[in-house]
């Protein structure tokens, strides 16, 4: 093995490099930054887990093998929303592990603000936040 090629890592490790790389929020400080317009929230969760579970009122619903094509602010498939990198993006899942991922993918594209919610959707609605069926 050359000394230029990285080591394989576990999940586990992945996860937490990629948080370190960014400030994670949790469900009401999200809920806050969404209500003040500073901030737009991004459901990830698969179409199976949205029609079980519920919606997030006003979360802009984008399945996460899209995200990167839609959240692009130069990319021609952008969705309307996709309007800056400054853009502070809150990407939500099911629990808080595929949106810490998601997020890091964001920076990658060059959304510095991008970040992910803590716990997921399941956070959401244990805090009591509004769900829609």
Not at 50 to 68: Q, T
């Amino acid at each position: 093995m050359s000394g230029t090629e990285e080591q394989p890592v576990g999940i586990d490790e992945l996860l937490e490099r990629v948080r370190d790389g960014y400030r994670r929020i949790d469900p009401l400080e999200a809920y806050d930054s969404v209500r003040a317009g500073e901030a737009l929230l991004v459901d990830i969760r698969y179409a199976a887990l949205r029609e079980r579970e519920g919606l997030i009122p006003g979360a802009l619903v984008i399945e996460r093998n899209e995200l990167e094509w839609r959240l692009d602010p130069r990319g021609s498939h952008r969705a309307p929303e996709a309007t800056s990198h400054d853009l502070r993006v809150v990407v939500v899942c099911n629990e808080g592990y595929a949106s810490s991922l998601a997020a890091a993918s964001l920076h990658r594209l060059g959304l510095h603000r991008a970040t992910d919610l803590v716990g997921g959707f399941q956070a959401w609605k244990a805090a009591g936040l509004p769900v829609t069926s």
